[in-house]
């Protein structure tokens, strides 16, 4: 199976470069895989398509303020994106700049403080901050946060509060588990109202997310490595939704490849660590039985998660329909959701 598979022609103009003004005010596409049928729908509309019993699974990684700006010591500016926090006053790094610094070279940072390269870790550079407080603190008075490469504007103010889900509390990401974005408060009480159960697993999203396949056979594609945590509590949960004839619905593809890094012999269990877990077609999922998440990009591994849960012909038909209905794209965009037959 090839990448070019997975293309789709997406006018970029339905690119959604700011979140709407509510966060549950986006549209819904509904995938249901039995009747493979489409349906145009609200995202204020979820509480109908759940019932009692239902445990959705949400990330409640927290995003950093991940991205720097500094000068080399000869004076050319440099533009950090973190993909990963590794210590108290360390991290591995992309560095926008027109000359790549060497070993040993020092970036100053706004406030006189700087980052020294370690050397290099693949595409990444590692970085020691020589800053008296941690990494974490600086981050909070001078970073900006992360946006995607495809939003075309600074981050600004209001993307403090928006690119960052309203059940957040582990910090650790640069970038956000966008499906979670839709959620508000009172979308979560109404769907408590209506007996469906919350869980919760950490998955620190980095900027690897955002790499494009290079290997034209998907099968040679290396993915990035991420840090997660699928906690006992989590894996209880999932066992009483089961016995109880609950559906398991994830809010976002990173909580998918998180679950299924946590399964053993088709078994759910707990489990702390890196993963670099690649779901194309072809796989067998044990651990959900459906998924609400956001538009991916073109050939990315995202979409060929996606694929492999619903069908990749059934997906791209999704997705023409989307384009030729107007839906917003990307991390500030519009969802869909996918169902399991029944």
Same mark, same amino acid.
């Given at each position: 199976?090839?990448?070019?598979?997975?293309?789709?022609?997406?006018?970029?103009?339905?690119?959604?470069?700011?979140?709407?003004?509510?966060?549950?005010?986006?549209?819904?596409?509904?995938?249901?895989?039995?009747?493979?049928?489409?349906?145009?729908?609200?995202?204020?509309?979820?509480?109908?398509?759940?019932?009692?019993?239902?445990?959705?699974?949400?990330?409640?990684?927290?995003?950093?303020?991940?991205?720097?700006?500094? @000068?080399? *010591? $000869?004076?050319?500016?440099? /533009?950090? =994106? !973190?993909? +990963?926090?590794?210590?108290?006053?360390?991290?591995?790094?992309?560095?926008?700049?027109?000359?790549?610094?060497?070993?040993?070279?020092?970036?100053?940072?706004?406030?006189?403080?700087?980052?020294?390269?370690?050397?290099?870790?693949?595409?990444?550079?590692?970085? @020691?901050? *020589? $800053?008296?407080?941690?990494? /974490?603190? =600086? !981050?909070? +008075?001078?970073?900006?946060?992360?946006?995607?490469?495809?939003?075309?504007?600074?981050?600004?103010?209001?993307?403090?509060?928006?690119?960052?889900?309203?059940?957040?509390?582990?910090?650790?990401?640069?970038?956000?588990?966008?499906?979670?974005?839709?959620?508000?408060?009172?979308?979560?009480?109404?769907?408590? /109202?209506?007996?469906?159960?919350?869980?919760?697993?950490?998955?620190?999203?980095?900027?690897?997310?955002?790499?494009?396949?290079?290997?034209?056979?998907?099968?040679?594609?290396?993915?990035?490595?991420?840090?997660?945590?699928?906690?006992?509590?989590?894996?209880?949960?999932?066992?009483?939704?089961?016995?109880?004839?609950?559906?398991?619905?994830?809010?976002?593809?990173?909580?998918?490849?998180?679950?299924?890094?946590?399964?053993?012999?088709?078994?759910?269990?707990?489990?702390?660590?890196?993963?670099?877990?690649?779901?194309?077609?072809?796989?067998?999922?044990?651990?959900?039985?459906?998924?609400?998440?956001?538009?991916?990009?073109?050939?990315?591994?995202?979409?060929?998660?996606?694929?492999?849960?619903?069908?990749?012909?059934?997906?791209?038909?999704?997705?023409?329909?989307?384009?030729?209905?107007?839906?917003?794209?990307?991390?500030?965009?519009?969802?869909?959701?996918?169902?399991?037959?029944?």
């Amino acid at each position: 199976m090839k990448k070019s598979d997975f293309d789709f022609r997406l006018p970029p103009e339905l690119i959604a470069q700011a979140p709407l003004p509510e966060r549950s005010a986006s549209r819904l596409l509904l995938l249901d895989t039995q009747a493979q049928a489409l349906q145009d729908r609200m995202f204020r509309e979820l509480p109908t398509l759940l019932r009692a019993g239902d445990l959705m699974i949400f990330n409640d990684t927290r995003v950093l303020p991940a991205r720097l700006y500094g @000068r080399k *010591e $000869s004076g050319g500016a440099v /533009e950090i =994106l !973190l993909e +990963r926090v590794t210590g108290a006053h360390e991290a591995t790094a992309q560095l926008g700049v027109s000359k790549k610094p060497k070993e040993g070279g020092r970036i100053e940072l706004a406030d006189g403080s700087h980052a020294v390269v370690l050397g290099r870790d693949g595409q990444f550079f590692r970085l @020691r901050f *020589e $800053s008296p407080e941690p990494l /974490e603190r =600086l !981050l909070r +008075r001078l970073g900006e946060m992360p946006l995607p490469p495809y939003i075309e504007r600074h981050a600004d103010a209001s993307d403090l509060e928006r690119y960052q889900t309203v059940f957040a509390r582990e910090p650790g990401a640069v970038a956000a588990p966008t499906a979670g974005l839709h959620f508000d408060e009172a979308m979560l009480a109404q769907l408590r /109202e209506l007996g469906v159960d919350f869980g919760y697993v950490t998955l620190h999203v980095g900027a690897g997310t955002f790499q494009p396949v290079r290997a034209e056979e998907i099968k040679d594609h290396q993915m990035h490595r991420e840090w997660l945590n699928v906690g006992a509590g989590l894996v209880e949960q999932v066992r009483r939704a089961r016995a109880r004839g609950g559906r398991v619905i994830a809010v976002g593809t990173t909580v998918v490849r998180a679950l299924e890094s946590a399964c053993r012999d088709g078994e759910l269990r707990p489990f702390a660590g890196e993963t670099q877990i690649f779901i194309f077609p072809g796989y067998k999922f044990s651990s959900i039985d459906g998924l609400i998440t956001n538009f991916h990009l073109p050939q990315s591994t995202l979409l060929m998660l996606v694929s492999a849960l619903a069908g990749r012909e059934f997906v791209l038909q999704a997705y023409r329909h989307a384009v030729a209905q107007r839906y917003r794209f990307f991390s500030y965009g519009d969802a869909m959701m996918i169902l399991p037959p029944g």
